[in-house]
């Protein structure tokens, strides 16, 4: 094994060369508080508003309108908790899908405990939200609705501007977790009736550590963190600035190339797709066909262990993942695979590939290769 490929940007990217250069001084000679109000305080303070400029440009919102945060998590909490405690006198519903990442679920999962309603609508079999459902159960309490723009595994992209021209109707306020999407698939708040947004750096060439969250002008939230005033007084705690010019960058980055990236990923995706297709029977491809993230393959192999799979990929230097998450022990089915309707056997069965700018044809051909012949030994094995 000499080289490691790494088919697993969705999990996370690495920082891009030109992301670096830009971050490395504000670990050094740049290191003011932004808050500070001496000279390299007041830098520090006109990089990071620069940085908010780069990221409110990328999806068509204003620079006052952009919080940062500490990572896509962080983001997803404090919109939908934010909006929740800041909206109680007018309701206490939200609806959310059962598809959404764990930071929206369990967020989710946390309001129920403190007396909000919560409905989870359901995907069709390539994971896309039933939007008729989702109108039927606005209700006059309903304050939310948060719908990620594409998932996480199946890398489905959901039908956002209709999602947003229902919430627009119905007056209610419409977050989305685009923490895939950034970087993946072009995107206008404006044009798609978005209320807030949430994204982190690690998943498009940035640093981890840090996130954002889109809030749009006058939408009423709470912050959830106490502590000092920054961040408008909406998100306490001084600012990670070598992070924030790190986001900044990489956004700028990421929606500059965006259709050459999308071209390359996509041509690299449907290579691999098709081959599986002609040299592994028994297979069947997750999510949507096309409506996907150009990325994204995501293909459950009959009769194969997912974590067993990925164990002997990882001898080979490759670097991927299963759709299921192993949890003391026991492997429980993903959620995102059983609500597309898979049973528990297929769910564990299944790969999540996700390629990146550094992929080559030379590296897809060389997961094939080595998927053919380890899915070949277990199936004779088992
Ligand atoms: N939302 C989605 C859809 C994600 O894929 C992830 C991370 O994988 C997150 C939220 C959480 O982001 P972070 O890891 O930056 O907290």
């Given at each position: 094994m000499d080289k490691i490929r790494y088919f697993d940007h969705a999990a996370t990217t690495y920082t891009k060369e030109d992301v670096i250069k830009e971050m490395l001084p504000y670990f050094s000679i740049?290191?003011?508080?932004?808050?500070?109000?001496?000279s390299i305080g007041r830098k520090a303070r006109r990089d990071v508003e620069n940085a908010r400029t780069r990221v409110a440009k990328a999806i068509n919102?204003?620079?006052?309108?952009i919080y940062f945060t500490s990572c896509g998590s962080e983001s997803d909490n404090l919109a939908i908790k934010g909006v929740a405690l800041a909206n109680k006198d007018k309701g206490n519903h939200i609806i959310t899908s059962k598809i959404e990442h764990p930071a929206v679920l369990n967020t989710c999962k946390c309001l129920e405990e403190q007396g909000f309603e919560v409905t989870y609508i359901n995907v069709d079999?390539?994971?896309?939200?039933n939007i008729k459902e989702l109108e039927e159960n606005i209700k006059p309490h309903t304050i939310l609705i948060s719908i990620m723009f594409?998932?996480?595994?199946?890398?489905t992209i959901q039908p956002i501007e209709e999602i947003g021209k229902i919430a627009k109707k119905h007056n209610v306020l419409f977050h989305t977790d685009a923490v895939q999407a950034i970087g993946n698939v072009a995107i206008d708040v404006k044009k798609l009736n978005i209320d807030l947004l949430s994204m982190s750096?690690?998943?498009?060439?940035g640093p981890k550590g840090v996130g954002a969250l889109y809030v749009k002008e006058n939408v009423p939230f709470k912050k959830i963190q106490d502590g000092g005033h920054q961040e408008k007084n909406k998100r306490a705690g001084t600012e990670n600035t070598a992070g924030i010019i790190g986001i900044g960058k990489a956004i700028e980055l990421a929606t500059k190339n965006l259709d050459n990236y999308n071209n390359k990923l996509l041509e690299l995706r449907e290579y691999y797709i098709e081959k599986i297709k002609e040299k592994i029977p028994n297979i069947k491809i997750n999510g949507h066909r096309n409506t996907r993230l150009s990325g994204n393959a995501n293909i459950a192999f009959e009769g194969i262990n997912g974590e067993e799979l990925l164990i002997y990929l990882d001898t080979k230097g490759i670097c991927a993942s299963t759709g299921s998450a192993c949890s003391s022990g026991s492997t429980e089915p993903s959620h995102v695979l059983t609500a597309i309707g898979l049973n528990s056997e297929m769910a564990n069965s299944s790969l999540r590939v996700t390629f990146g700018e550094e992929n080559t044809k030379e590296d897809v051909d060389y997961l094939i290769d080595n998927l053919v012949e380890i899915i070949n030994k277990l199936r004779n094995k088992n």
């Open positions: 740049e290191y003011g508080n932004p808050s500070s109000i001496y919102a204003n620079s006052k309108e079999k390539d994971g896309i939200v594409a998932n996480n595994e199946i890398g750096g690690h998943k498009f060439y």
